[in-house]
């Protein structure tokens, strides 16, 4: 049975209860946007713990936190423990679902699984690990809480640009306590084109943009999406585009003379946003199809692929007792940590199919697993 009152439990309820909302997804000063009160909860218990407490700015009142547990000689090697703090909002517009609930065996609430769980499991294991005494000699372990994963991965990036390194860096996402070392890319590319507007009693006099941009729609979800599907990698599979909306018109007597569609294009590992957007304007281009390519995003989310014969990364899987390395679809701040220079594997309890829902929820089961496994992993540290 699993304990109801374990110290991940506890702690998850306490993290949820502190609304952490991307600040991307709500009005400007909304009281449940921003990570702070999560990044403050838990620096004071890290402090509470003993452990040096860093705060990195980030945004104006959004900032990573850094808990550094120190070995009892000289550094030689850093571990690094990631997982974000912020969430994405309520679906429905209420705030039942930041009220966190222990029913059937599982925590429910806003962040269970993403990413809260993985929160969690991780201070508790570090936390334990602390109590014990058990330091190790040459090894320092850094859990860094991210901001803004949910939208641009700013923490990420300024965790890279600060300069920070590690020998192996564990990015806190649910993977149902896989080992993922691999994961896609993400490009969001805007596509316009233009027509000429006219009166809608008499079309021929106009160029109807809508019309135009479906045939894009077509060729893309079409024989695009079937030419990159041949390419094949051996843990993420295919490549994929979704057209994700679509704007044109005005009103119905207008012939419209604007139309936008935004993309979600998932890449493999050697894909690149420039090389993407070369290729999708020259495949339209050859059936004859003429469009404007804009980046939405603005920032690079590359695909991660981590070696898993690193040393690091078999010790790793070892400990928690993973033979083969695993893929995911989704994009997370492990490729941006990688970037950096940072060997990143991303592992932590729960199921990606419930983040983001109505009703997200994590299995107590996993998060106790999750956390007894981390907890070995960090006191095998030399």
């Given at each position: 049975?699993?304990?109801?009152?374990?110290?991940?439990?506890?702690l998850?309820?306490?993290?949820i209860?502190?609304?952490?909302?991307?600040?991307?997804?709500?009005?400007?000063?909304?009281?449940?946007?921003?990570?702070?009160?999560?990044?403050?909860?838990?620096?004071?218990?890290?402090?509470?713990?003993?452990?040096?407490?860093?705060?990195?700015?980030?945004?104006?009142?959004?900032?990573?936190?850094?808990?550094?547990?120190?070995?009892?000689?000289?550094?030689?090697?850093?571990?690094?423990?990631?997982?974000h703090?912020?969430?994405?909002g309520?679906?429905?517009?209420?705030?039942?679902?930041?009220?966190?609930?222990?029913?059937?065996?599982?925590?429910?609430?806003?962040?269970?699984?993403?990413?809260?769980?993985?929160?969690?499991?991780?201070?508790t294991?570090?936390?334990?690990v602390?109590?014990?005494?058990?330091r190790?000699r040459?090894?320092?372990?850094?859990?860094?809480?991210?901001?803004?994963?949910?939208?641009?991965?700013?923490?990420?990036?300024a965790?890279?640009?600060?300069?920070?390194?590690?020998?192996?860096?564990?990015?806190?996402?649910?993977?149902?306590?896989?080992?993922?070392?691999?994961?896609?890319?993400?490009?969001?590319?805007?596509?316009?084109?233009?027509?000429?507007?006219?009166?809608?009693?008499?079309?021929?006099?106009?160029?109807?943009?809508?019309?135009?941009?479906?045939?894009?729609?077509?060729?893309?979800e079409?024989?695009?999406?079937?030419?990159?599907?041949?390419?094949?990698?051996?843990?993420?599979?295919?490549?994929?585009?979704?057209?994700?909306?679509?704007?044109?018109?005005?009103?119905?007597?207008?012939?419209?003379?604007h139309?936008?569609?935004?993309v979600?294009?998932?890449?493999?590992?050697?894909?690149?946003?420039?090389?993407?957007?070369?290729?999708?304007?020259?495949?339209?281009?050859?059936?004859?199809?003429k469009?404007s390519?804009?980046?939405?995003?603005?920032?690079?989310?590359?695909?991660?692929?981590?070696?898993?014969?690193?040393?690091?990364?078999?010790?790793?899987?070892?400990?928690?007792?993973?033979k083969?390395?695993?893929?995911?679809?989704?994009?997370?701040?492990?490729?941006?940590l990688?970037?950096?220079?940072?060997p990143c594997?991303?592992?932590g309890?729960?199921?990606?199919?419930?983040?983001?829902?109505?009703?997200?929820?994590?299995?107590?089961?996993?998060?106790?697993?999750?956390?007894?496994?981390?907890q070995?992993?960090l006191?095998?540290?030399?």
């Amino acid at each position: 049975m699993p304990n109801l009152f374990s110290p991940p439990v506890r702690l998850l309820r306490e993290l949820i209860a502190l609304p952490s909302v991307n600040p991307a997804f709500l009005p400007a000063g909304d009281p449940l946007a921003g990570e702070a009160r999560v990044a403050d909860f838990v620096g004071s218990l890290g402090a509470a713990e003993g452990l040096a407490v860093e705060f990195q700015e980030v945004f104006p009142g959004r900032r990573n936190l850094l808990l550094r547990y120190l070995p009892a000689g000289k550094v030689r090697r850093r571990l690094l423990l990631a997982p974000h703090f912020d969430t994405v909002g309520s679906l429905d517009g209420s705030e039942e679902i930041f009220r966190p609930k222990v029913e059937a065996g599982r925590v429910w609430g806003r962040g269970a699984c993403d990413t809260k769980g993985c929160v969690s499991a991780m201070l508790t294991a570090l936390f334990e690990v602390v109590r014990s005494g058990a330091r190790p000699r040459e090894t320092e372990i850094v859990f860094a809480g991210l901001v803004d994963e949910e939208s641009h991965q700013h923490g990420s990036r300024a965790l890279v640009k600060s300069g920070f390194q590690a020998d192996l860096g564990i990015v806190g996402e649910p993977t149902r306590l896989e080992v993922v070392t691999a994961h896609k890319g993400d490009i969001w590319a805007r596509l316009e084109v233009r027509g000429k507007a006219a009166h809608g009693a008499c079309p021929d006099r106009g160029v109807n943009a809508v019309r135009a941009m479906a045939a894009i729609v077509e060729a893309l979800e079409g024989p695009y999406a079937k030419a990159i599907a041949r390419r094949h990698h051996p843990l993420l599979g295919r490549p994929t585009i979704n057209v994700g909306l679509i704007r044109g018109g005005f009103q119905p007597n207008i012939v419209p003379d604007h139309c936008a569609i935004e993309v979600d294009r998932r890449t493999l590992p050697g894909e690149t946003g420039p090389g993407v957007k070369r290729e999708m304007v020259q495949f339209l281009r050859r059936r004859g199809l003429k469009v404007s390519f804009a980046d939405v995003k603005g920032v690079p989310e590359p695909a991660l692929e981590t070696d898993p014969n690193l040393p690091r990364v078999r010790e790793f899987m070892a400990s928690v007792g993973r033979k083969q390395a695993r893929g995911v679809h989704y994009f997370c701040d492990a490729a941006i940590l990688a970037t950096g220079g940072i060997p990143c594997v991303v592992f932590g309890p729960g199921d990606i199919a419930q983040a983001h829902t109505a009703r997200e929820w994590i299995s107590i089961r996993s998060l106790e697993r999750g956390t007894a496994m981390l907890q070995r992993y960090l006191q095998s540290q030399p």
